[in-house]
DNA sequence: CTGAAAGCGCTTACAG
DNA sequence: CTGAAAGCGCTTACAG
């Protein structure tokens, strides 16, 4: 039952063709006249020939594999990324190996890794790590970008959505809806996307000539958002709306609000979240959040990162507009209907 | 800045030794003395060596890469099952590469890629199409092992846990609370889980000499999942407890129950769930469930596979047990507590 | 369009 | 333990 290895040297023999008429038939583009590509084809069928990847990879330098490093997929977010960039990937003609980056992993560890498997380009699309895995692979010259994380210093390519801009529509449309008392449990402040988003939404507010009344670091952890929204909450003077900086912590936070503390959503606290990611519509939550357009970050990440592979482009820095999806967990400003 | 390309011959070279002897350096196990060690690590440091593991992995017929074929991650279970699983192979010495089966891919198709990449082994853990892909690569003679599915036939590896001790639980713990008219929105019956699921189910109520009031077929989709829960309690004679074939379905089969239906969980239906995931701990669900000890799952899995890869080993099917998680999402029999 | 030959970067018997 | 040589399965100038 085990299909013996077959390699194109048989294929040319069993065809009456050279070896190098068989590898022109299986490279696309390749010239090679319709009847020697019909004997091969023929050939390769009866022997079940498939050519071997690993040795073309070998050849051209080209592995035709993307090294794709994730810190962890308990972050809906994430696996959905996932999904869209391999779909993506595929459509181009690559695959995605993945490199899940514990917190424990060294850095170095991780780069040796990616680089002795000869991938092609690298997407990091998570925490911490990222920035210095992704600058260590960049030196090493294998092309690089950031996904949903930027850096402001260096030349790395990156892709987000316009954070700064979605932090300020939300406060927008919370100080529409008559909030004055809004805390902000931040994503990350060591990540440009936390920061981003604090910031504009901090400017936000200031537009409005108010401030919040505290902005925490929530670092993404669902754990720690839910501490935050406990002494948030403690004190008689609580906030009546809560921006958090992402679903993920939203969803903990909101279970505090109301499982934990008693309170309403929305009716004594506004809670706003960023990602719109599919729990975010599930009707326990209804959560209204700021949408990043995963479909669009994901195909601007796979065009940046094969424009790099294919010449070396420029670096870049894409930034996608994602609107406000008004659904149930905030207030809604009076005209605003769903 | 770009690293040049720097081979084993180089490295030779520069060391003063042969490139076998580099070689045997880089291969844990091979015979090398300390000074020839010493003396090849150092020219790689001072070249920046890496083996290429490409051009190994040709000679040796050894990618050191499994293929994971997933079809698709919005059921919080399979990004876990991937964080695992990538964990327990990066420790044995593997990687992933990731394939995403679409439903409108073709099996040859996704069988030619797995193939022509020469995987090592390949983990199905999804839906639909597992059995096919599954059985052409074994046929191929590359081991299997079908994760969290099964099958009757054929003989391939594969590791699920005790479905139908599960679902014989459930009954118990139902039967146990009082309940008389239970329904069923089973997993897909096409797949191994749904089915002994079902069957565990039905058979535990019939020790308790009940039938379930319906049993409907909820292929593992959520929007399918809440139109049984509607018609399903539409009727004057309503449910008052759902079993429902994975934690995934039954957030929405809650959520209809809640939101849509306006009746209250437990207190009117008690739900239960299969898989507990991560989702199913938070409070907005504080789901009952069972709950599928995913790490011992894919430590079985590896192994397996693992196993088969090495030598020729006999295939296995492995069923773990799983206990039954009580929270508070149906109503507890007397003497239980939580 | 096509074939003979060289080569990709490594490993593996085979001698020593 | 070590080196020279052959070879893994393919691609790519180079001639024709």
Redesign the pocket.
């Known amino acids: 039952m085990m299909a013996d290895?077959?390699?194109?040297?048989?294929?040319?023999r069993q065809a009456?063709?050279?070896?190098?008429?068989?590898?022109?038939?299986?490279?696309p583009g390749?010239?090679?006249?319709a009847?020697?590509?019909s004997k091969v084809i023929k050939a390769a069928e009866e022997l079940g020939?498939?050519?071997?990847t690993?040795?073309?990879a070998?050849?051209?330098?080209k592995s035709r594999v993307i090294g794709v490093v994730v810190a962890y997929l308990e972050n809906q977010f994430y696996p959905m990324a996932l999904e869209h960039l391999d779909h993506a990937l595929k459509a181009r003609g690559y695959h995605i190996m993945l490199f899940m980056a514990k917190n424990d992993d060294s850095v170095g560890q991780i780069v040796e890794e990616l680089m002795s498997y000869q991938v092609e380009g690298i997407i990091t699309a998570s925490v911490a790590m990222s920035n210095d895995i992704a600058k260590r692979c960049h030196d090493a010259g294998i092309p690089v970008v950031l996904f949903n994380r930027g850096q402001d210093t260096g030349n790395l390519a990156q892709v987000t959505s316009d954070n700064v801009k979605g932090g300020r529509t939300v406060a927008n449309f919370l100080f529409a809806g008559g909030h004055r008392k809004i805390a902000h449990i931040s994503g990350w402040l060591e990540s440009s996307t936390g920061l981003d988003r604090m910031r504009g939404f901090v400017d936000g507010l200031a537009e409005h000539g108010i401030a919040p009344v505290a902005v925490e670091d929530g670092r993404y952890s669902q754990k720690i958002a839910s501490e935050i929204t406990r002494s948030l909450c403690d004190s008689p003077d609580r906030p009546d709306a809560i921006f958090v900086g992402n679903d993920h912590m939203a969803f903990a936070v909101m279970d505090t609000l109301r499982f934990e503390l008693g309170l309403s959503v929305p009716d004594d606290v506004s809670v706003i979240g960023y990602d719109d990611v599919p729990i975010a519509a599930w009707p326990a939550y209804d959560l209204t959040t700021i949408r990043q357009p995963i479909n669009q970050m994901v195909n601007a990440t796979v065009d940046v990162l094969l424009a790099r592979i294919e010449n070396d482009a420029a670096s870049e820095r894409i930034q996608i507009p994602g609107p406000l999806k008004i659904r149930g967990s905030a207030k809604k400003p009076k005209g605003f209907t769903r």
Do not use: E, H
């Open positions: 290895k077959v390699t194109s040297f048989d294929v040319a009456g063709v050279s070896q190098s008429a068989v590898s022109r038939v299986f490279t390749a010239s090679a006249s009847a020697t590509r020939y498939r050519p071997n690993l040795a073309r070998m050849i051209t330098g």
